[in-house]
Nanobody, 118 residues
Framework: QVQLVESGGGLVQPGGSLRLSCAASVSVFSIYIMGWYRQAPGKQRELVASITNKDYISYVDSVKGRFTISRDDTKSTVYLQMDSLEPEDTAVYYC????????????WGQGTQVTVSS
């Protein structure tokens, strides 16, 4: 069992920044991939950004150049730095991970609300 503890959501004006954090309860060496998904009201959950144990990084097109995913291996924590936020970024953001020994099993955080509004 893996626990993912998220923090950092909130209300921000358009053009502002937020940083999300997600700490995993297992060693980073057990992890295959960590990332962030988001789900806006009435929409499907979508992958925002991810980073693998080989440091392969991917982003959804709508956040490229504005969001940055990073990882602190000493803390088994992944971050999502979100800059130039837009109202369309408003959603619940979920941390996600898969383990190297169970690559077909998904683990999710509880979700953190990000609201971009003036």
């Amino acid at each position: 069992q893996v626990q993912l503890v998220e923090s950092g959501g909130g209300l921000v004006q358009p053009g502002g920044s937020l940083r999300l954090s997600c700490a995993a309860s297992v060693s980073v060496f057990s992890i295959y991939i960590m990332g962030w998904y988001r789900q806006a009201p009435g929409k499907q959950r979508e992958l925002v950004a991810s980073i693998t144990n080989k440091d392969y990084i991917s982003y959804v097109d709508s956040v490229k150049g504005r969001f940055t995913i990073s990882r602190d291996d000493t803390k088994s924590t992944v971050y999502l730095q979100m800059d130039s936020l837009e109202p369309e970024d408003t959603a619940v953001y979920y941390c996600h991970t898969r383990l190297r020994r169970q690559p077909g099993l998904d683990y999710w955080g509880q979700g953190t609300q990000v609201t971009v509004s003036s």
